[in-house]
T-cell receptor
Framework: SQQGEEDPQALSIQEGENATMNCSYKTSINNLQWYRQNSGRGLVHLILIRSNEREKHSGRLRVTLDTSKKSSSLLITASRAADTASYFCAPGPPGGTSYGKLTFGQGTILTVHP | NAGVTQTPKFQVLKTGQSMTLQCAQDMNHEYMSWYRQDPGMGLRLIHYSVGAGITDQGEVPNGYNVSRSTTEDFPLRLLSAAPSQTSVYFC????????????FGSGTRLTVV
């Protein structure tokens, strides 16, 4: 299975602190994607890192990828109450029609206290 | 507005009834997928499509049928609803998943009694 596993399952921090979430996967990938889900809403795509990249930034988000360890991390800096959400990683399948077979783990629930 | 539109937003079915969840996108995306989300289970892939006329099974396809006759639409059919199919269903689409990720709809909350 291409499914990713997020760790920790839940994370509670104060506004202004940094939040780090980790993702592990088992098979080879083309890319790894991170998504956010606010309560009761659909997922929102945050960032995609390709297998030949080691680090990528987008605003307050920093993603790293270590293909030798089959792991990724998502860092949210200077967190805000609005960052409260569930975060999911999705390892992108290696190629061909399998590009469409994107699977998700159970996610990390992030709570940012004002 | 451009995006992924799911209808209905809420539905209650009786065991054994059939229904179709609708999904439409106006972004000319080739890739479309259906997921279900249950408490504590994350999202599980039901079926996906890589273009009109091409569909394939995901992780939990049993009890569901799909077809893709046009690029825009990807309906999900429940043939004979069971209480185990009570869930929130999400449709998603992508132009090129290996480069741009997926755009998700807002979901359909289905209860089977």
């Amino acid at each position: 299975s291409q499914q990713g596993e997020e760790d920790p399952q839940a994370l509670s921090i104060q506004e202004g602190e940094n939040a780090t979430m980790n993702c592990s996967y088992k098979t080879s990938i083309n890319n790894l994607q991170w998504y956010r889900q606010n309560s009761g809403r659909g997922l929102v795509h945050l960032i995609l890192i390709r297998s030949n990249e080691r680090e990528k930034h987008s605003g307050r988000l920093r993603v790293t990828l270590d293909t030798s360890k089959k792991s990724s991390s998502l860092l949210i800096t200077a967190s805000r109450a609005a960052d409260t959400a569930s975060y999911f990683c999705a390892p992108g399948p290696p190629g061909g029609t399998s590009y469409g077979k994107l699977t998700f783990g159970q996610g990390t629930i992030l709570t940012v206290h004002p | 507005n451009a995006g992924v539109t799911q209808t209905p937003k809420f539905q209650v079915l009786k065991t054994g009834q059939s229904m179709t969840l609708q999904c439409a996108q106006d972004m000319n995306h080739e890739y479309m997928s259906w997921y279900r989300q249950d408490p504590g289970m994350g999202l599980r892939l039901i079926h996906y499509s890589v273009g009109a006329g091409i569909t394939d099974q995901g992780e939990v396809p049993n009890g569901y049928n799909v077809s893709r006759s046009t690029t825009e639409d990807f309906p999900l059919r429940l043939l004979s609803a069971a209480p185990s199919q009570t869930s929130v269903y999400f449709c998603a689409s992508s132009y090129l998943p290996q480069s741009y990720g997926y755009t998700f709809g807002s979901g359909t909350r289905l209860t089977v009694v």
